[in-house]
């Protein structure tokens, strides 16, 4: 069966830090992966999508990028961290084609 | 622009009622919606899914419906329990396999 692996769970980092948050997922293969963004009280917000190894496609521009080193690893980094980045990661995969949406357990980082 | 609404935001049902929650979506042009389920701090569980050509989808005591045609979309809980008690989304796939999100109605199931 499939699962997805995120971490780390939660993380607290000071402004102008760098951010290195990964997610793998494990028993498919060529997955279409994906990073959203869940502020408070809001809805969520896709920031990078990835159909296959190095190819990223940024949703909306920020202080965040993205990689996808390997098939099955999907990385979410920043070089200086700001105030508004402060949320709740989410990564998630699925089978390109119609299938559903698998997510990770997310991380919730705060920038102070 | 893909717009998905949620109506209501909250919902605080006794338990053993029947409720439906409700999804709207601006652009007909869709290959499916899916419902997902979200408990507080956790990602999202996917629930139900409906392909673009299916009216609704049955699991357990969930049903999904769907009308493309008037962007609309209801789940339907049927004798709720407290376990069911989280934020509800539904999202919409279009184009290059991207999801757009409603906000979510927050659901509590009162003994």
């Known amino acids: 069966s499939q699962t997805i692996h995120q971490w780390p769970a939660t993380l607290v980092q000071p402004v102008g830090s760098p951010l290195s948050l990964e997610c793998t997922v494990e028993?498919?293969?060529?997955?279409?992966l994906y990073w959203y963004r869940q502020a408070a009280g809001r809805g969520l917000q896709l920031l990078f999508y990835?159909?296959?190894?190095?190819?990223i496609s940024s949703e909306v521009p920020q202080n965040l990028s993205a990689s996808r080193p390997q098939d099955r690893q999907f990385i979410l980094s920043s070089k200086k961290l700001l105030l508004s980045d402060s949320g709740f990661y989410l990564c998630?995969?699925?089978?390109?084609?119609?299938?559903?949406?698998?997510f990770g357990n997310g991380t919730r980082l705060t920038v102070t | 622009k893909q717009e998905v609404t949620q109506i209501p935001a909250a919902l605080s049902v006794p338990e053993g009622e029947n409720l439906v929650l409700n999804c709207s979506f601006t652009?007909?042009?869709?290959?499916?919606l899916q419902w997902f389920r979200q408990d507080p701090g956790k990602g999202l569980t996917s629930l139900l899914l409906?392909?673009?050509?299916?009216r609704e989808q049955t699991s357990g005591r969930l049903n999904a419906s769907l009308d493309k045609s008037s962007g609309r979309s209801t789940l339907y809980i049927a004798a709720s329990q407290p376990g069911d008690s989280a934020t509800y989304l539904c999202?919409?796939?279009?184009?290059?396999?991207?999801?757009?999100f409603g906000t979510g109605t927050r659901l509590q199931v009162t003994l």
């Open positions: 990835s159909v296959g190894i190095g190819q």
């Open positions: 652009d007909s042009a869709i290959y499916n």
């Open positions: 998630a995969w699925s089978i390109p084609g119609d299938s559903p949406l698998h």
């Open positions: 409906i392909q673009s050509s299916q």
């Open positions: 028993g498919t293969s060529n997955p279409n």
């Open positions: 999202a919409v796939t279009g184009t290059a396999s991207k999801l757009t």
